[in-house]
């Protein structure tokens, strides 16, 4: 019998990591915890918290880019000291940790995907920090540690990028977006039925421990998602104008390649995530964007 804690179960892939867990039958044996129910900077806290559980899902994390690189110690306080207290209760106790992490830790040049041992190259604060904490995991929890990292995130419970394209159509006629930055949107419910997944074949066994890119398969820029957002949605994609990332500065800079390669997944006995138009297109049916868009029609190219 397997004991989840999830961290972070406020937010939006910790509340559907808690709906993975419900689904998949786990949830009488899970304890999900916001962020007023556990603080990963209070070490002795974490430690209570861990103890009994077998799996923890760190998704409690400081995700403000561009507060990070104002405020650096502020993150690192909960990207790289939370997620290192986390390890070493996990390591107290014997419990695997799956902590999430970000393509953040890449540099922004390339052209192919980054595969699992690239040598990370963070070039803005966030991503220093989150990859503090993946260094964390990987110095205490050798065999029991997993690091997934996710990119562009999207899903019904925070706000994201698809959400935010969606609200601005019932405002504006046109919309600028950047077209010159490219990675893997994903899915939040898509991501939470992996870690779930992941989580039991690493207590059965038969996933190494290690890092894992809980990406969508394919890639796009920022323009192609918010125009197959808009097909989705019924709506004209010629209303999207692509501009260049100096249209828009912000205080920390954005990797212009962020794709990650999944080969990893092999390791586990696991394919890769689906695509993310097809991602995009399980989401919009399963009502994700319902409040944006009452009803959906069209669909994404395939």
Not at 6 to 33: I, K, N, Q, S
Not at 81 to 89: E, F, K, Y
Not at 116 to 137: H, S
Request: charged share 20%; glycine share 10%.
């Amino acid at each position: 019998m397997t004991r989840w804690l999830v961290t972070g179960a406020a937010g939006m892939l910790g509340r559907d990591v808690v709906a993975a867990l419900r689904a998949a039958d786990e949830e009488p044996r899970t304890t999900a915890l916001d962020r007023n129910g556990l603080d990963i900077t209070d070490a002795a806290a974490v430690r209570d918290a861990v103890a009994g559980h077998d799996v923890v899902v760190n998704t409690a994390a400081w995700t403000n880019v561009d507060g990070a690189e104002a405020d650096e110690a502020a993150a690192k306080a909960v990207n790289a000291t939370g997620v290192r207290q986390l390890a070493a209760a996990c390591a107290q106790h014997g419990a695997r940790l799956l902590h999430v992490s970000t393509d953040y830790v890449f540099p922004g040049g390339g052209t192919a995907p980054w595969a699992e041992d690239a040598e990370p190259a963070p070039v803005n604060a966030y991503g220093r920090t989150k990859l503090a904490g993946e260094r964390a995991v990987r110095e205490l929890l050798p065999a029991h540690g997993y690091t997934i990292r996710t990119a562009w995130l999207y899903g019904a419970h925070g706000p994201n990028f698809v959400t935010t394209m969606l609200r601005l159509a019932a405002e504006r006629d046109e919309l600028e977006v950047v077209d010159d930055q490219t990675g893997q949107p994903t899915w939040t419910g898509a991501l939470a039925t992996r870690l779930v997944e992941l989580g039991r074949s690493a207590t059965a066994g038969s996933a190494p421990p290690g890092i894992y890119h809980g990406t969508a398969a394919g890639r796009a820029t920022w323009c192609e998602l918010a125009r197959c957002a808009f097909v989705r949605a019924g709506l004209d994609p010629a209303r999207v104008r692509p501009v260049g990332s100096d249209r828009y500065p912000r205080t920390a800079p954005r990797p212009s390649w962020s794709v990650l390669g999944q080969e990893g997944w092999a390791r586990a006995g696991m394919s890769p995530l689906a695509p993310w138009r097809t991602m995009l297109e399980q989401a919009f049916a399963e009502g994700v964007f319902a409040a944006q868009v009452p009803v959906s029609r069209g669909r994404l190219d395939p």
